[in-house]
């Protein structure tokens, strides 16, 4: 078996717990209780390893990242592993005096949610009052010359807005917006009918982004993709199975992309267990669809086969119940007629379920 070459990214999934409900959530339906998540220290050998690996970069992220008390010193634990540290945070909670303890921690940059440029909308997708937190913290970010970048999941009900989404970014003084189309895994799939938006609405939105791409003229760095689901060319899983970036989850489960968990039979391994190097280079499930020999037809053959590598192997199973077919995404994929007629939205669409804790489960 060939070494695989060292992961450069980081997810680290820091809790499952989160102020906001967003329907579009792609992180699983069962989530991690926080009795279960790995401490401060646990964290911070984390960091060592994947240091020690060849990650350069990490995201704290959740659910809500600011709901761990202890993020100070998971940040600074980060930081002197030699990681660049970005926080992806829904901005709730992010006052001036837990932004400074963070930046003396040596936090090196933001990443701000958004879900509607209107504060209304914006709240009622999210279901919580978040919108005004979230314009006091990009403000709080600015203020301390931190890098701010805004990310948009982006679905019917917010794909209109793209002209005031884009306005907002520049008002709020972001380095770069993402916009992130959902990916239909977790509460994202539960709500995929509610979710899904028109061929048109897209096309719309394509012109929408080229228009500010050239009006802007590189002053705000702005990342769009079409959806795979739409254009036809699958894209290559997280840049290829285990091929440069893994996910810890909140318990020191270790996965090559989020969704993983959702696999059967995966058998993902914990980082409690198993040192973060063996995870990466020996694990079965790191090395279950690496490379091309697990293909069948048609990727096999495929010349696009070391481009996309069968595309998400997540989507594959989430669409056909098998994660080794080629990702219906694809148009050479003899699932590929069914992913097209689920790109036809129903009229009206049904109500987003919002994501929600387990019955008896808090998450102050």
């Not at 980060?78 to 303890?101: F, H, M, P, W």
């Not at 199975?241 to 992309?257: E, F, H, K, R």
Request: proline share 9%; charged share 20%.
């Amino acid at each position: 078996m060939t070494t695989p070459p060292p992961p450069w990214a980081l997810l680290s999934e820091l809790t499952h717990a989160c102020p906001l409900h967003c329907g579009y959530c792609s992180n699983p339906l069962e989530l991690t209780r926080r009795s279960r998540e790995l401490n401060a220290a646990q964290w911070a050998d984390v960091f060592r390893q994947a240091a020690d690996l060849g990650v350069l970069h990490t995201h704290l992220s959740g659910g809500e990242p600011l709901l761990r008390r202890d993020l100070e010193i998971i940040t600074q634990a980060a930081v002197e592993a030699g990681l660049y540290t970005q926080l992806v945070t829904s901005g709730v909670g992010l006052s001036a005096q837990r932004l400074d303890a963070l930046v003396r921690a040596g936090l090196h940059s933001v990443q701000l949610s958004v879900q509607h440029s209107d504060p209304a909308r914006s709240d009622e997708i999210a279901g919580h009052q978040a919108y005004q937190a979230k314009r006091e913290a990009a403000s709080l970010v600015k203020e301390r010359k931190l890098p701010l970048g805004i990310n948009v999941v982006l679905h019917r009900h917010n794909l209109d807005a793209l002209d005031f989404l884009l306005e907002l970014a520049v008002d709020w003084h972001a380095d770069r917006i993402e916009l992130a189309n959902t990916q239909f895994y977790g509460w994202g799939l539960l709500n995929r009918s509610a979710l899904m938006p028109s061929r048109e609405q897209l096309a719309a939105a394509t012109r929408t982004v080229e228009r500010w791409r050239q009006r802007l003229a590189g002053a705000l760095e702005i990342t769009w993709v079409v959806p795979d689901y739409f254009s036809g060319t699958p894209k290559p899983c997280m840049g290829g199975w285990g091929a440069v970036s893994l996910t810890v989850a909140p318990d020191g489960t270790v996965l090559p992309c989020p969704a993983a968990a959702a696999l059967p039979g995966l058998d993902p391994p914990n980082v409690i267990d198993r040192s973060l190097r063996w995870i990466w280079s020996d694990s079965p499930a790191f090395n279950a669809y690496r490379g091309t020999d697990w293909m069948a037809p048609p990727c096999r053959s495929c010349e696009h086969r070391t481009v996309d590598f069968g595309g998400c192997r997540c989507q594959a199973h989430a669409l056909t119940g098998d994660a080794g077919r080629t990702d219906p995404a694809c148009s050479l994929s003899p699932d590929h007629p069914e992913l097209v007629a689920l790109t036809r939205p129903g009229t009206p669409p049904p109500e987003l379920i919002p994501r929600r804790p387990r019955r008896g489960e808090t998450w102050s």
